[in-house]
């Protein structure tokens, strides 16, 4: 006779009702005590005045410290930053790591040395690559990259991080050499599962290979596209670590991001409330983002 | 992949197997920088840094490696990352596939209410939250602890939807049959289910692990000493360690990433087959 | 070793649709009914029913005296044989054939000697420490019916476990199964679309059409004394040629639609739309003009099959399917292979006995009298 097997299917009798609760409440506990609570308390906290250390009794500001953050000429840059870093990142990761599926899908000699090559640096954690991406930032004409541009003519020694121009580019660049391998990957495998018919019909229609680029691959990697465009995008805008390393928000304000802004008003100063009043905004972002996402991805379900 | 093959001859036309592997060997430079500064001495890595020298090392020397064991706590800090990192990618093997098969499988009153928290929960990122977590972790006593940086982030929403996508596929006859045989449902999964859902295992251990391996703010906000420090703080904080010793740097840097590189050049295969499948779902 | 018996099932989804109405059926014990019947007519949910992989919404499902339709699947002490075997791909053949007997604690000793008892039954022996992955069809088709029989169960249930195995190897394995079911004696419920299997497995066959039981009956009273014009239709390769006939003279005469024929019916018919139909190798080709043709046509094809020969004619006659369009509905006669064939575009008469005809009302039911009391 067979333990309490319930029909799980269509009834539940025994401790088949059971299993169910078993399987899904240490998963649901975690979430809610470590997701779901913090993120109720930080929208709670934005209402308040709450500063840790300080004398005054907390107490309900309703929408004060969002007009704060608002009206703060900081926090606007902040969110001007993301979106300069996000606007230049998504396209041209998305771009290269395109390039360099489609480049690693073929079958030629050097396949797998370029896959891995273009790969491993995912794999180097951030605060690795900023730390090592300093040494190449270097001022002055001893550093690698400006005797690289010595040696093209193309540039005189600059101070990279230290430029108010160039210290987003500087972390874009190296943000981009981290993250463009796992995109690729998840490329390369909707590159891989594209059927060949598709390609032979077309070419026996004529079209030549960018013909075929734009009229069979492209389609066919909508959804993975999407995929990696909303992850990207998603990834960009929580932009910390390399801020934190290299150039600490400046110079001038012209790296911050929302989330050091955030992090440096809880840890160096306190204000707590202030803090998650800019955390619910960057998840308000980060919604419209991944809404924006889902839709396009469901747009696209239909078609394909 | 001779489908691949015809199909790159196709896609690219004439573009010479030379010029992707030229841009490959491009992209790798970074890297034979670094390893080149953490074979030389400290005093050459900047003076050379800025003509051919910087690629190479004339005389190479473990010299900074050395020195890196000498000046930190190095064996510790990889300890602590290996330590988290199973902790996280482990804990959440278990309870994630567990919580997707159910949702993805059983019928139980609150399905649709857990499915939607799940959703919901996925936009959330770590960013958002950190602040009043660090708060909520601290009454807890978590500071400076492994638990700390662990147990948050056991229960990953994107896992659970990842392995619920997938456990929506599965074979249901297998489960049907086991179902006839006597099995309950936990038994099911424990016996049939999960020997049988490699793909979906080996995906989420990689994004997993590719994302917790790396986690910097998390740590900074908590850790405190090398104690329970993980390798990304391990390696900012060095960096800010009088004296600046760039060899040295380079070299710890080196070491924190040498591991994981090996490792995925040897599976490399079933690394790049473990991530595929995470986009193409979704 | 048990009957079986279905009264007043039904299964009715969340979308309204019937996939079972109201299915009364009865097992005998040792019995070997085959449910047959289209893609969607509700056989393989029957079955499921009987499983308890899905519970009915209204009726009773007995296995010998006991009521099962309330109890879970692991209890009702039946066993399945899934159309993709089901194995599981991770343990040896023992381990699946252990499997059942794991689950319901079965101590060591036992499973292991009827892990043995079966396997010799079933010549599985040197096959024992095999993944399924590694076997051919054949072989896991046995494994699956060896971890079936491992529990002793009081009903078999088959959810068209030939289909997946090639033409050659499905005959063989067809009649395996038949002399295995013979041998042990336990009630088995046989899922099958193919007539073939139908009517050579099945002590007897169960018709269904649409969640409704057409007509049960041995293989012999389907094929001679089809209850509808479904079962009529679907029973038989090639299709019956089903043909529609008013009646005249007060029932007395039949006149075919169409071709303006008249026949003599056995016994006075009802008025209004009829169905007349023959089997192929009840009809003959002869010439036009001959006064007892039952209609007119032109050979459209001839297929040649060897021992017997099928002509296709386009004929005058009006199909009982008002949906196929005259000039494309064919009538399809079967010849011996001795004659010679007649020629595409050959002007032929179509001949046919009285006797031979199946009659059907308007609503397709049958006008011949029951073999049985019931059916």
Known sequence: MAAGAGRWGDRTTGSARVAPLLMTAPALAGLLVFVGLPFVLAIGFSFTNLRLGSPLPLEWVGLDQYARILGSATFRRALINNAYFAAVIVPVQTCLALAAAVAVNGDHRGRSFARAAFFIPALFPMAMVGVAWELIYAPGPEGPLNALGAALGAWAPRDFLRDPVLAMPSLMVLSVWQGMGLQMVILLAGLQSIPEDLYESARLDGAGPWSRFFHVTLPQLRNPLVFVVVVTALLAFRLFDQVQILTRGGPADATTTVMYQAVTAAFTRQQVALASAMSVVFFVVVVAITALGRRAFRQEQGVA | ?282 | MSTIAFRGVHKVYADGTHAVDGLDLELAQGELLVLLGPSGCGKTTVLRLLAGLESPTRGEIFVGERRIDELPAAERDVAMIFQSYALYPHKSVRQNLAFPLKMRRAPRPVREQRVREVADLLDLGPLLDKRPGQLSGGQQQRVAIGRALVREPAAFLMDEPLSNLDAQLRTRIRSELAALQRRLGITTLFVTHDQTEAMTLGHRVAVLNQGRLQQVGTPEELYRRPANVFVAGFVGQPAMNLLTASAEDDGARLRLSGSGAVVAPPSPVPSGRLCVGWRPEALRLGAPEDAAALGTGTVRVVESLGPERLIHVGSDLSPWDAAVPSDRASVIVRTGGDEPPPRVDDRVGLLGRAEDAHLFDADGRSLAPPIRPGG
């Open chain 2, 1 to 282: 992949m001779s489908s691949g093959r015809l199909r790159a001859r196709r896609l690219l036309g004439g573009l010479p197997a030379v010029v992707i592997t030229a841009a490959a060997v491009l992209w790798l430079l970074p890297i034979v920088f670094i390893l080149a500064a953490s074979l030389k001495p400290d005093s050459l890595v900047l003076a050379e840094a800025s003509g051919w020298r910087a690629l190479w090392p004339g005389r190479p020397s473990l010299q900074n490696y050395a020195d890196v064991l000498d000046r930190t706590a190095f064996g510790r800090i990889f300890l602590n990352s290996v330590i988290i990192n199973i902790g996280i990618v482990g804990g959440g093997l278990v309870v994630n596939s567990m919580a997707g098969y159910a949702l993805a499988r059983l019928r139980f009153r609150g399905r649709a209410l857990v499915l939607g928290i799940v959703l919901v929960l996925l936009v959330v990122p770590l960013e958002a939250i950190a602040v009043p977590l660090f708060y909520q972790v601290t009454v807890l006593g978590g500071r400076d602890t492994y638990w700390a940086q662990i147990l948050p982030f056991v229960a990953n929403a994107f896992s659970i939807y990842l392995f619920y996508s997938f456990f929506l596929g599965f074979p249901k006859e297998l489960e049907e049959a086991a179902r006839i045989d006597g099995a309950g449902p936990l038994r099911t999964f424990v016996e049939i289910v999960v020997p049988n859902s490699g793909p979906a295992f080996a995906s989420v251990t990689i994004v997993t692990f590719l994302l917790s391996w790396g986690l910097y703010l998390w740590p900074l906000m908590i850790t405190s000493s090398t104690h329970v420090r993980p390798l990304p703080l391990g390696i900012a904080v060095f960096r800010t360690l009088p004296p600046l010793q760039w060899g040295d740097i380079m070299a710890f840097a080196v070491m924190m990433v040498a591991p994981g590189v090996l490792l995925f050049l040897v599976l490399q295969r079933w690394f790049v087959a473990g991530i595929a499948t995470v986009g193409v779902k979704r």
